[in-house]
């Protein structure tokens, strides 16, 4: 059974500095797309920013700028620099894997959610 497990979060003061990784474990296949997506309270789940096996990223428009999703292939890992914080930023933020196993299925897994809260 594929694991991801996230590390960070907490509190943190406007224009604070906070991050996330997130390791993944007992991978079959090959890991293709690495992300974070967050929920505020009240509000829909939204992407946050994903990196490809390439290293291409992409960020959701609120994000630009101020975070920086990157991953480290070697160790399954992907981290979430968030900086310049907001209270906006506040969430639930879930790492996520696209994992293809070895009949080219692809399959998407989920970390257990951190707590980030940007408040004075």
């Known amino acids: 059974q594929v694991q991801l497990v996230e590390f960070g979060g907490g509190l943190v003061q406007p224009g604070g500095s906070l991050r996330l990784s997130c390791a993944a474990s007992?991978?079959?296949?090959?890991?293709?797309?690495m992300g974070w997506h967050r929920q505020a309270p009240g509000k829909q789940r939204e992407l946050a920013a994903l990196v490809t096996s390439r290293g291409n990223t992409n960020y959701a428009d609120s994000v630009k700028g101020r975070f920086t999703v990157s991953r480290d292939n070697a160790k399954n890992t992907v981290y979430l620099q968030m900086n310049s914080l907001k209270p906006e930023d506040t969430a639930v933020y879930y790492c996520?894997?696209?994992?293809?196993?070895?009949?080219?299925?692809?399959?998407?897994?989920w970390g257990q959610g951190s707590q980030v809260t940007v408040s004075s």
């Open positions: 007992r991978i079959i296949g090959s890991i293709n797309v």
């Open positions: 996520y894997a696209d994992l293809i196993d070895g009949r080219g299925r692809l399959d998407r897994y």
